[in-house]
């Protein structure tokens, strides 16, 4: 007996370990394999883009491309088979419309739509509609004569009342002022304690070292999703050959920064613009863990927060 549930126990332990390396495996490949991208275009009057992703030996797969002439269109892959398709499922709602339009126009075309008949009063329905118009004139006229002969009372206010009520009004006015004023007023003043409270706040050391932190995170996140390769070429000619050249030498003040993966083929005889690029990069999901766990335990990081939603008053 005591050996059956060590077995048992061995088992659900095998079990468990399985599970446990399956999932540090899983959490190890999402965190630390990274999601390349690719991206290409051109303008030549008309533009095209094209965008890719991958993940783990394309085991993933995301692309996407956009036109002028064409609409949106993505598909996604799992080890090749297409998961979602943008296109695919445009085709099967506009082959319903037609279905529907179609079986509508059938339905319309079988059902036979009956002229109204016009309904014919008899003399007897005649007379008693004539009996009824006679007695409302006769009651209107006899009416006209009571109110000829009854004149109306007019119930007009005193001179007094009207007076009161003139004097309650404009009480009412002056004290709508009077309330409108003060809350401008108290609203200055919230508004030029709100802007010493800010200021003080932004001359802390505290808040400057959160500020640094936030800086040194952002730079972090740029290290890692800019693209590692790019190029840019560009078709370059305005009216003035002038500022063509004035063009040409800002680019060429940019080169710490492109590196010469900007390349820009002045034109100065005609007005023309004309670019393709190409960039790839890849993008680590642990880098991001890591940002957000520094930034949510940072002393001085959650600091500021209180003292920017003002928790503490």
């Keep these: 007996m005591l050996a059956i549930v060590l077995t048992v126990l061995k088992i659900i332990g095998i079990i468990l370990l399985c599970l446990l390396v399956t999932v540090l495996v899983i959490a190890g490949l999402v965190l630390f394999v990274p999601v390349r991208y690719r991206a290409s275009g051109y303008y030549r009057g008309e ?12 085991f993933l797969t995301v ?11 993505m ?8 998961v979602y398709d943008m296109q695919r499922k ?21 059902v036979m739509v009956k002229p109204p008949v016009p309904h ?9 509609e004539t009996e009824a118009v006679l007695q409302s004139e006769g009651q209107q006229s006899s009416d006209g004569l009571e109110e000829k002969g009854t004149p109306k009372e007019e119930d007009t206010p005193a001179f007094w009342e009207r007076l009161k009520i003139l004097y309650a009004k404009c ?6 002022i009077k309330y409108t004023f003060l809350r401008i007023c108290d609203k200055i003043k919230d508004i030029k304690d709100n802007i010493t409270y800010y200021t003080e706040l932004w001359q802390e050391e505290n808040t400057k070292l959160a500020f640094a932190a936030c800086k040194k995170e ?4 740029w290290k890692d999703i800019k693209p590692k390769k790019f190029r840019i070429n560009v078709l370059l000619g305005t009216d003035d050959p002038g500022t063509t050249g004035q063009i040409i030498g800002y680019c060429a003040m940019l080169y710490p920064i492109h590196q010469g993966n900007l390349i820009v ?8 613009f004309e670019a393709d690029f190409s960039l790839k990069g890849k993008v680590t999901v642990y880098v991001y863990t890591i940002v957000a766990y520094t930034l949510l335990f940072n002393k001085n990081m959650r600091r500021l927060k209180k003292c920017l939603l003002r928790e503490d008053s």
Excluded at 171 to 176: A, C, F, L, P, S
């Design 265 to 272: 083929v002045p034109d100065f005889e005609n007005k023309v």
């Design 218 to 221: 952002l730079l972090r996140i």
């Design 90 to 110: 445009k085709r099967k709602a506009k082959k319903q419309t037609v279905k529907t339009e179609s079986a509508e126009e059938e339905v319309s075309d079988n």
């Design 75 to 82: 598909v996604i892959r799992l080890l090749g088979i297409p």
């Design 63 to 73: 692309k996407v491309s956009v036109s002028k002439d064409n609409e949106l269109q």
């Design 171 to 176: 009480k009412e006015r002056i004290m709508n």
């Design 120 to 128: 014919r009063l008899g003399n007897k329905e005649k007379t008693k």
């Design 47 to 58: 533009y095209a883009v094209y965008g890719k992703l991958s993940w783990l030996l394309h």
